[in-house]
């Protein structure tokens, strides 16, 4: 889903990572104005990793039979919902 609103950042990276990902760029047929694209799809990735360790975090004190269990009672409510919802 393509936002048409953007906003302008500033950033500074070493000159190393500069040519790396110019490099990496020119590589696989891209051309300048799509490093803005790369560096918004880098970002989405760092973010949900940050989020799923964030998650995990809280998660890391269950055993694994009660997180199996916090599984199969989420889905199970999930598709009662959706189940409920299509009716």
């Known amino acids: 889903m393509p936002d ?9 990276v070493s000159r190393k990572t500069d040519i790396a990902v110019r ?3 020119a590589a696989h047929g891209m051309k300048k104005g799509d490093l803005s694209k790369f560096i918004e799809e880098a970002v989405k990735w760092r973010v949900l990793d940050q989020t799923l360790a964030e998650a995990r975090g809280k ?3 269950l055993s694994v039979d009660a997180l199996d269990r916090l599984i199969e ?6 598709r009662s919902d ?3 919802e299509s009716a």
């Not at 048409?4 to 500074?12: I, Q």
């Open 23 to 25: 490099t990496y760029l």
């Open 4 to 12: 048409d609103a953007t906003t302008r950042w500033t950033v500074s």
């Open 73 to 78: 009672d989420a889905v199970g409510a999930a």
């Open 82 to 84: 959706r189940t409920t």
């Open 59 to 61: 998660f890391a004190d």
